[in-house]
């Protein structure tokens, strides 16, 4: 079952700003480490920004400065915001977890969304 999910995808301007939304079903139990992944047409899936429990984050070089990633350990739920978007950005981007389900609380899995697709185009 699909136990992340994103949302906040879209068509959005060069230069304008969007922010991605990824919830943590009900069978997720704790989360350790939460990403984002993005995959461009015709490329290879890469490593957007990642941030652990306690708060620290890094980021591609491509989006440094450009992106933010932040989470709300309480909503089980991390938010990527967007801003100065480029027609590079243009990808479906995936939610990324390393958590403990519901099932087995003593493993830790990685854990995928289906993916959100954003569009930077004028």
């Known amino acids: 079952q699909v136990q992340l999910v994103e949302s906040g995808g879209g068509l959005v301007q060069p230069g304008g700003s969007l922010r991605l939304s990824c919830a943590a079903s009900?069978?997720?139990?704790?989360?350790?480490?939460m990403g984002w992944y993005r995959q461009p047409p015709g490329k290879e899936r890469e490593l957007v920004a990642r941030?652990?429990?306690?708060?620290?984050?890094n980021y591609a070089d491509s989006v440094k400065g450009r992106f933010t990633i932040s989470r709300d350990n309480a909503k089980k739920m991390v938010y990527l915001q967007m801003n100065s978007l480029e027609p590079e950005d243009t990808a479906v981007y995936y939610c990324?977890?390393?958590?403990?389900?519901?099932?087995?609380?003593?493993?830790?899995?990685?854990?995928w969304g289906q993916g959100t697709l954003v569009t930077v185009s004028s």
């Open positions: 990324n977890a390393r958590a403990r389900t519901i099932y087995d609380t003593y493993r830790t899995r990685e854990h």
């Open positions: 009900r069978t997720i139990f704790s989360i350790d480490v």
């Open positions: 941030i652990t429990s306690g708060g620290n984050t």
